[in-house]
C-alpha cells in the first residue's frame, strides 16, 4: 500500500516539476510539451483577467465557439489546474501517505495548522526534521515524528510542497474571508449574521489547513476535514485504491479492504516488529500514556491471531515432513509455516539454487555480474566483474536463501539492528536499511530459532565492540 501512494505522490512531484520546466523554457519543446504550455499559459491570464487563482470553467472557455472547440483544440481544465493545484486524489495520496510515516490518528494530520510552527530541524541533524501535531481527545497532548528532509515521500516534503503549491488558493480564502467580515458588519437580519459567521468560521478553517485542494468539478476551494479525508462524494479513494491494486496481484497477495484508521496499526505493527517485538517501541511511536495501554494494544492486534496462525501451520508442516521424507528441512518447513504447503516443483528448485554461487553472505546469487541497478547504480557489467555491494536482502531479483547463509544473515541481522538503535525510528524507517532488515529478519525465521538466537547474540556483541564489520 505504501508503495503505491509512494508511486502516485512521485508522479505529483514529477508533474509539477514537468509544468514549472515547461513554463521556464517554452521554446524548447515537443509537441506534447507545446500542448501542455498552452493549456498553462490561458490558465494563468484567466488567473490574472479574472483575479481569481481558482477561475470557473465558463471562464476559461471564454474565447471558444462551445466545449467541444475547446477540448479538440487540446486544452482540457482539469489538466490546467492539477499544473498548478493538488486535486481531490492527490492530496489524499499525500495525506494517506503521511499517516503511514507518522502513525499518526487522522484527528491529529488533520489539525495541523500552516500558522504554527509545527515542523523544526532536529537538535541533532539539521538534515532531519521533527515534525509536532496534538492529540485534542488526549488531553492535547503532543505527539512527534521524525525523518529526512530530501525524503520526497516524506511528511516534511509533502507538507511544505502543499504550503507552496496551495498558498494561492490560500490568499484567495482570506480576500473571502475579509468580505464576509465586511458583510457581517453591515449585516442586520439575525440568519443572515448567523449564515455569514458560520461562512466566516468555514472559510478560516480553510485557510489555517494544509490540506487544501482544488477540484475541477467544483468551483470552491476545497479542504480534507472529519467528513472527506478518504471519502470524495460517493467514491472512496482508499476503497477504489486497493481494488486497482489488486488486479494486478494473485488471490493470495490481495489486499483487504481497509480504512485511514488502519494506517496507524500498520505502523505499529512495523515498530513492533523492527524492535524484535518491543513493547516500549510501540509505547513510544504510538504515543500512549501508560504501558499496560501498549501490551493491551498489541496483545489483540498482533501477538494473538498470529500466533495462532504460526502454530497450526508449523504443526501441521513438521508432522508432515517426518512422515513423508523422514527428516526436516529447515527451509521446507519455513516455507510450509508461511503458506501451508510446498510443492514437488518448489523442492527441485531449492536444491537448484543450493547450487548457484555463494555470496559473501552465504547466500546465492542467480546473476552475480549483473546487479539490478537499484543495488547498485554505478556498475558495468563485463570483464568478470561481480557485485561488489552483495545487500544481499534488498536484491530480490537474485538472492537465494540456503542453509549455509544463517552466518552471513544474523551478521547483517546484527549491523542493522545497530543501525536501527542510533538512528531515530522515522529516520530508519523511510531508509531501505529498514526493508533490508525486515527481510533478513524473514530469511532468518527459515532457521533453528534457538540457533539464530545465539548467532544474532554472538554477532550483536562483535557489533558493539568492532562497529559495522559486514
Known amino acids: 500500500m505504501r508503495h503505491a501512494?509512494?508511486?502516485?505522490?512521485?508522479?505529483v512531484v514529477d508533474r509539477w516539476r514537468n509544468v514549472d520546466f515547461i513554463r521556464s523554457t517554452p521554446?524548447?519543446?515537443n509537441d506534447e510539451q507545446e500542448?501542455?504550455?498552452?493549456?498553462?499559459?490561458?490558465?494563468?491570464c484567466t488567473q490574472i483577467q479574472q483575479r481569481n487563482v481558482r477561475p470557473d470553467h465558463s471562464s476559461i472557455t471564454k474565447g471558444f465557439r462551445s466545449n467541444n472547440a475547446f477540448y479538440n483544440a487540446g486544452f482540457s481544465v482539469s489538466e490546467m489546474m492539477k499544473g498548478f493545484f493538488p486535486d481531490g486524489d492527490d492530496i489524499r495520496t499525500a495525506f494517506l501517505l503521511c499517516l503511514s510515516y507518522t502513525g499518526w490518528n487522522p484527528a491529529v494530520l488533520l489539525s495541523l495548522d500552516v500558522r504554527d510552527q509545527f515542523l523544526e530541524d532536529h537538535p541533532k541533524d539539521p538534515e532531519r526534521y521533527i515534525l509536532r501535531g496534538v492529540k485534542a481527545k488526549a488531553d492535547d497532548t503532543e505527539v512527534t515524528a521524525e525523518g529526512l528532509y530530501k525524503t520526497e515521500a516524506g511528511p516534511a516534503f509533502i507538507i511544505d510542497l502543499l504550503i507552496s503549491k496551495t498558498a494561492p488558493l490560500r490568499r484567495q480564502l482570506k480576500r473571502q474571508l475579509r468580505g464576509v467580515h465586511a458583510q457581517l458588519a453591515e449585516a442586520t437580519d439575525v440568519d443572515a449574521v448567523f449564515k455569514l459567521t458560520e461562512r466566516a468560521a468555514q472559510l478560516a478553517r480553510g485557510i489555517s489547513s494544509v490540506w487544501l485542494y482544488a477540484n475541477p468539478n467544483h468551483s470552491e476551494i476545497q479542504w480534507l476535514d472529519d467528513n472527506n479525508f478518504v471519502q470524495a462524494g460517493r467514491r472512496n479513494f482508499l476503497q477504489r485504491l486497493i481494488e486497482r491494486l489488486n488486479l494486478r496481484q494473485p488471490v493470495e497477495r490481495r489486499l483487504v479492504q481497509m480504512d485511514a484508521t488502519d494506517f496507524r496499526d500498520l505502523y505499529a505493527?512495523?515498530?513492533?516488529?523492527?524492535?524484535?517485538?518491543?513493547?516500549?517501541?510501540?509505547?513510544?511511536?504510538?504515543?500512549?500514556?501508560?504501558?499496560?495501554?501498549?501490551g493491551i494494544y498489541v496483545d489483540n492486534n498482533m501477538v494473538r491471531s498470529e500466533n495462532q496462525i504460526r502454530f497450526l501451520k508449523l504443526t501441521n508442516g513438521i508432522w508432515n515432513e517426518v512422515e513423508i521424507n523422514g527428516q526436516?528441512?529447515?527451509?521446507?518447513?519455513?516455507?510450509?509455516?508461511?503458506?501451508?504447503?510446498?510443492?514437488?516443483?518448489?523442492?527441485?528448485?531449492?536444491?537448484?539454487?543450493?547450487?548457484?554461487?555463494?555470496?559473501?553472505?552465504?547466500?546465492?546469487c542467480t546473476d552475480p555480474g549483473n546487479p539490478p541497478p537499484h543495488i547498485d547504480p554505478t556498475f558495468k557489467p563485463g570483464d568478470g566483474k561481480l557485485c561488489g555491494v552483495q545487500r544481499c536482502m534488498l536484491c530480490l531479483e537474485h538472492a537465494i536463501i540456503v542453509e549455509e547463509s544463517l552466518d552471513g544473515l544474523a551478521m547483517r541481522c546484527a549491523n542493522l539492528r545497530k543501525k536501527r538503535d542510533t538512528m531515530s525510528f522515522s529516520a530508519f524507517m523511510a531508509s531501505s536499511f529498514s526493508i533490508e532488515l525486515k527481510n533478513t529478519e524473514l530469511a532468518l525465521s527459515l532457521f533453528d530459532p534457538k540457533t539464530v538466537d545465539q548467532k544474532l547474540i554472538e554477532y550483536a556483541e562483535v557489533a558493539a565492540t568492532c562497529g559495522d564489520f559486514y
Open 35 to 44: 500542448r501542455l504550455w498552452k493549456n498553462y499559459n490561458l490558465y494563468r
Open 328 to 364: 526436516i528441512d529447515p527451509t521446507v518447513l519455513a516455507k510450509i509455516s508461511r503458506t501451508g504447503e510446498i510443492t514437488s516443483e518448489e523442492r527441485a528448485r531449492l536444491q537448484d539454487y543450493r547450487d548457484l554461487q555463494k555470496t559473501r553472505m552465504g547466500t546465492r
Open 5 to 11: 501512494l509512494k508511486r502516485s505522490w512521485y508522479a
Open 27 to 29: 521554446t524548447t519543446l
Open 269 to 294: 505493527e512495523n515498530a513492533y516488529r523492527a524492535s524484535g517485538g518491543s513493547i516500549l517501541a510501540v509505547q513510544r511511536v504510538l504515543h500512549h500514556r501508560r504501558i499496560r495501554t501498549s
